[in-house]
């Protein structure tokens, strides 16, 4: 790719510079039976950096977006981007208390968020000493209802104010010229053990994996729809259902519901997607959701008009991508990507996907399996099929953690970055996952990887999803399988039996989980993986 200009604000590059393609009066977004298009959305996103500009908000300070995946979504995060504010997102269905962290935690000097979250947050935000300019709020609306209603019993005060009536007011405000290398985005990590970390990234971070990822690798189309799994507010989504199909002059197709395989559904029935934005946990659950529909007669999924889906998040066993190729013959690139490098490094593409791996370093990346206990990136890499810790050198990576250099000396290594993941790669460059350093477990003395035990159990033809942790009984570590059946099996002993002994035959025998249970669902964090911390902890209060 060519040198990105030092002149590099984030808005113009996704958004304004369509305007000067000609792309003006293409429609950009769409929720329900509503459209945008590219020129309505940069209007608005100009009235909101120039709303921003009006309240106090300078260039390089916090603008916090709390909201669901509607479209002042989209002019909050282009608006803030204008004004060459530093954009930082977070879950709006999160509880109070990690929101209200955010906000303490950003330094926030603009929120944006819905009205429930605002109430929560009123005596924060009015206490004196509060960093907080103001708070615009948003009515929280079903897709394809007006989000740019006005929102009832809204009780305005100096600091908050509902957004619409307050946008249309505001004047349009021109791009603020910001340097590549300046802070444009937080990333938050998934704080799986402890409160979530920002990364600081820059402007050319996002640009360059666009190019590298977006374009050359999966290839984004102008003539894509995209429809997101993952919410926006996760960097996952934020790139693969705004920014990228924005890079290309292509639609961005929301819904703000709870993603479930029916909300999906009608999703695919709304927009007829070409890109989907997927998790292997959902996957599976539409694989069973087809099944169910045509149990009873009724059509299945139609994923006609699906190009391709993105899989990252957690691993995606090969058994199920073959189910998943069985049914739909939908190509589904797995690849993985960070926080702290904003994006996917390396995936499975077009012409070349390896079942079970994660594809080949993407362009402009460089990625080394080192041994564990390597203290940089000049040591001696890992043989061919031998685990390591996964290092990634990119032009994506992050400055460092916002107010935790101790953790960003562990992590970043100038332009190297140790990512923490388990991986062998083999002699052609296919990564294949296996696992976090510090989720493995440690059985009678030998080391398990609690994925390669889920991929197993997921062969067996009654296993639907499945997650495997450690429990501790008296001292001593043992494995437990939590087990979600297949439509038409019902769980039993001899079932639970059946699977260990299942796993006996295709693993070492140290390895078959030595507690199966079975539930009705896995519970998920706010990225849309397994959360394992939940699982850890209902198995500590069953013990």
């Given at each position: 790719?060519?040198?990105?200009?030092e002149?590099?604000?984030?808005?113009?590059y996704?958004?304004?510079?369509?305007?000067?393609?000609?792309?003006?009066s293409?429609v950009?977004?769409?929720f329900?039976?509503?459209s945008w298009?590219?020129?309505?959305?940069?209007?608005?996103?100009?009235q909101?950096?120039?709303l921003?500009?009006?309240?106090?908000?300078?260039?390089?300070?916090?603008?916090?977006i709390v909201?669901p995946?509607?479209?002042?979504?989209v002019?909050?995060?282009f608006?803030?981007?204008t004004?060459?504010a530093?954009?930082?997102?977070?879950?709006?269905h999160?509880?109070?208390?990690?929101i209200?962290?955010?906000?303490?935690?950003?330094?926030a000097?603009?929120?944006i968020?819905?009205?429930?979250?605002?109430?929560?947050?009123?005596t924060?935000?009015?206490?004196?000493?509060?960093?907080?300019?103001?708070?615009?709020?948003?009515?929280?609306?079903?897709?394809?209802?007006?989000?740019?209603?006005?929102?009832?019993?809204?009780?305005?005060t100096?600091?908050?104010?509902?957004?619409?009536p307050?946008l249309?007011?505001?004047?349009?405000?021109?791009v603020?010229?910001?340097?590549?290398?300046?802070?444009a985005?937080?990333?938050?990590?998934?704080?799986?053990t402890?409160?979530?970390?920002?990364?600081?990234?820059?402007?050319?971070?996002?640009?360059?994996?666009?190019?590298?990822?977006?374009?050359?690798?999966?290839?984004?189309?102008?003539?894509?729809?995209?429809?997101?799994?993952?919410?926006?507010?996760?960097?996952?989504a934020?790139?693969?259902?705004?920014?990228f199909?924005?890079?290309?002059g292509?639609?961005?197709?929301?819904?703000?519901?709870?993603?479930?395989p029916?909300?999906?559904?009608?999703?695919?029935?709304?927009?007829r997607p070409?890109v989907?934005?997927?998790?292997?946990?959902?996957?599976?659950?539409?694989?069973?959701?087809?099944a169910?529909?045509?149990?009873t007669?009724?059509p299945?999924l139609?994923?006609?008009?699906?190009?391709?889906?993105?899989?990252?998040g957690?691993a995606?066993?090969?058994?199920l991508?073959?189910?998943w190729?069985?049914?739909f013959?939908?190509?589904?690139y797995?690849?993985?990507?960070?926080?702290?490098?904003?994006?996917?490094y390396?995936?499975?593409r077009p012409?070349?996907?390896?079942?079970?791996?994660?594809?080949?370093a993407?362009?402009?990346?460089?990625l080394?399996?080192?041994?564990?206990?390597?203290?940089?990136?000049?040591a001696?890499?890992?043989?061919?099929?031998e685990?390591g810790?996964?290092?990634?050198k990119?032009d994506?990576?992050?400055?460092?953690?916002?107010?935790?250099?101790?953790?960003?000396?562990?992590?970043?290594?100038?332009?190297?970055?140790?990512?923490?993941?388990?991986?062998?790669m083999?002699?052609?460059?296919?990564?294949?996952?296996a696992g976090?350093?510090?989720?493995?477990?440690?059985?009678?003395?030998?080391?398990?990887?609690?994925?390669?035990?889920e991929?197993?159990?997921?062969?067996?033809?009654?296993?639907?999803a499945?997650?495997?942790?450690?429990?501790?009984?008296?001292?001593?570590?043992k494995?437990k399988?939590?087990?979600?059946?297949?439509?038409?099996?019902?769980?039993?002993?001899?079932?639970?039996v059946?699977?260990?002994?299942?796993?006996?035959?295709?693993l070492?025998?140290?390895?078959y989980?030595?507690?199966?249970?079975?539930?009705?669902?896995?519970?998920?964090?706010d990225?849309?993986?397994?959360?394992?911390?939940?699982?850890?902890?209902?198995?500590?209060g069953?013990?």
């Open positions: 790719m060519s040198a990105l200009p002149d590099l604000s984030l808005a113009r996704f958004l304004y510079d369509r305007l000067g393609e000609g792309l003006g293409k950009a977004l769409r329900g039976d509503r298009t590219y020129e309505a959305v940069a209007k608005k996103s100009r909101m950096a120039g921003l500009a009006a309240r106090g908000v300078r260039r390089g300070e916090r603008v916090l909201l995946d509607s479209p002042p979504f002019w909050s995060f608006g803030a981007l004004r060459g530093v954009v930082a997102m977070g879950n709006p999160g509880p109070v208390e990690s209200a962290y955010l906000v303490s935690y950003t330094r000097t603009a929120v968020t819905t009205p429930e979250v605002a109430a929560s947050l009123r924060i935000v009015e206490a004196p000493g509060s960093e907080v300019q103001v708070v615009l709020v948003v009515p929280d609306v079903a897709t394809g209802e007006d989000a740019e209603q006005r929102i009832s019993a809204f009780a305005a100096s600091k908050m104010l509902e957004l619409a307050a249309d007011a505001a004047p349009e405000a021109e603020t010229r910001v340097h590549r290398d300046e802070p985005i937080w990333l938050f990590t998934s704080g799986s402890g409160e979530p970390k920002a990364n600081i990234h820059t402007g050319r971070d996002f640009a360059f994996n666009t190019e590298v990822y977006a374009k050359d690798t999966v290839g984004y189309r102008r003539e894509d729809i995209t429809v997101s799994v993952p919410r926006l507010f996760f960097g996952y934020t790139g693969t259902n705004l920014m199909p924005f890079a290309v292509a639609t961005t197709g929301l819904f703000s519901e709870r993603p479930t029916e909300s999906l559904a009608n999703a695919f029935a709304m927009y070409t989907v934005t997927n998790v292997p946990t959902m996957l599976g659950k539409l694989l069973e959701h087809d169910e529909l045509t149990a007669g009724k299945g139609d994923l006609s008009s699906v190009r391709f889906s993105l899989s990252a957690e995606l066993p090969g058994p991508l073959d189910r190729n069985e049914r013959a939908s190509d589904v797995d690849g993985i990507g960070s926080a702290e490098m904003f994006h996917i390396a995936s499975n012409g070349d996907i390896k079942v079970g791996s994660l594809g080949k993407v362009g402009g990346y460089e080394k399996v080192l041994p564990e206990d390597a203290e940089g990136s000049g001696a890499p890992c043989a061919p099929g685990i810790v996964l290092w990634v990119g994506s990576v992050s400055q460092g953690y916002w107010l935790d250099r101790d953790k960003s000396w562990k992590t970043f290594h100038g332009h190297w970055c140790r990512t923490g993941d388990l991986f062998h083999d002699e052609e460059g296919y990564l294949y996952f976090r350093a510090d989720d493995l477990l440690k059985v009678g003395g030998q080391w398990v990887a609690p994925t390669q035990v991929e197993c159990l997921l062969g067996h033809t009654s296993v639907a499945c997650a495997v942790i450690g429990i501790d009984e008296e001292g001593l570590v494995t399988a939590f087990v979600v059946l297949r439509a038409g099996h019902a769980e039993s002993t001899a079932l639970a059946e699977l260990q002994d299942h796993v006996r035959a295709k070492a025998k140290y390895k989980p030595r507690v199966v249970e079975f539930v009705a669902d896995l519970p998920k964090n990225r849309g993986k397994i959360d394992k911390k939940a699982l850890r902890a209902r198995a500590q069953a013990s």
